[in-house]
């Protein structure tokens, strides 16, 4: 076969590049006929979505609505000095296989930006009422306190962890549940009372 031959034509190669330097011929058009480009698509195709380590679906950023709950100025007001360092929130929201969203909400208190010194807002909504009520959303909190000067329903109770203390507020209402959890160093943090205090400003802010 020669360098000119039609064949040639056939191949978009480096081959093909070397016989048109070499012999000044120019490939000949494929035996099937010119080929038009396939009209590109006026659609944009949706964003994927990620499947997390646990089996939940990951939701795009723009689908988290938790760090619209509490904003840095309440945050400043309610933690007072604790606040001075709080960081850019951090928004995370996945979707199980039951449809229970969990929309989680981090500001963290300092550069470090670990969770034992942070805010964690966390937005749990469930398909229905009955749902949020089996899943006991007050279950997990120790020797839990009514707090009634809200305008739904919510209990307060203090975690005593190994690296922190933890002041938690959960407010139910109806499918939405959200958890208000603020996480100190041993040596900043209030007593149960002056935690109490904290969490019911940023639930009052919230509108919870």
């Given at each position: 076969?020669?360098?000119?031959?039609?064949?040639?034509?056939?191949?978009?190669?480096?081959?093909?590049?070397?016989?048109?330097?070499?012999?000044?011929?120019?490939?000949?058009?494929?035996?099937?006929?010119?080929?038009?480009?396939?009209?590109?698509?006026?659609?944009?195709?949706?964003?994927?979505?990620?499947?997390?380590?646990?089996?939940?679906?990951?939701?795009?950023?723009?689908?988290?609505?938790?760090?619209g709950?509490?904003?840095?100025?309440?945050?400043?007001?309610?933690?007072?000095?604790?606040a001075?360092?709080?960081?850019?929130?951090?928004?995370?929201?996945?979707?199980t296989?039951?449809?229970?969203i969990?929309?989680?909400?981090?500001?963290?208190?300092?550069?470090?930006?670990?969770?034992?010194?942070?805010?964690?807002?966390?937005?749990?909504?469930?398909?229905?009422?009955?749902?949020?009520?089996?899943?006991?959303?007050?279950?997990?909190?120790?020797?839990?306190?009514?707090?009634?000067d809200?305008?739904?329903?919510?209990?307060?109770s203090?975690?005593?962890?190994?690296?922190?203390?933890?002041?938690?507020?959960?407010?139910?209402?109806?499918?939405?549940?959200?958890?208000?959890?603020?996480?100190?160093?041993?040596?900043?943090?209030?007593?149960?009372?002056?935690?109490?205090?904290?969490?019911?400003?940023?639930?009052?802010?919230?509108?919870?």
């Amino acid at each position: 076969m020669s360098l000119c031959s039609p064949m040639l034509g056939r191949f978009v190669s480096a081959s093909t590049v070397l016989a048109v330097l070499v012999t000044g011929c120019t490939p000949a058009p494929s035996q099937n006929g010119p080929t038009s480009a396939a009209p590109a698509s006026s659609a944009t195709a949706p964003p994927s979505l990620e499947t997390g380590r646990n089996g939940r679906t990951v939701l795009p950023t723009a689908a988290s609505t938790a760090c619209g709950l509490v904003d840095e100025s309440a945050i400043r007001t309610a933690l007072g000095a604790l606040a001075d360092s709080v960081q850019p929130a951090q928004p995370d929201a996945e979707r199980t296989a039951e449809g229970v969203i969990y929309d989680s909400c981090i500001h963290a208190l300092d550069a470090g930006g670990a969770t034992t010194n942070a805010l964690t807002v966390q937005l749990i909504t469930y398909p229905n009422a009955a749902e949020a009520d089996r899943a006991n959303p007050y279950g997990l909190l120790l020797d839990p306190e009514d707090v009634t000067d809200l305008q739904h329903p919510a209990k307060y109770s203090m975690l005593d962890l190994s690296a922190s203390t933890e002041f938690v507020l959960v407010s139910v209402d109806g499918a939405r549940v959200v958890k208000l959890i603020v996480a100190l160093p041993k040596n900043t943090a209030w007593d149960k009372a002056g935690g109490r205090r904290a969490v019911v400003k940023l639930a009052q802010a919230a509108g919870l």
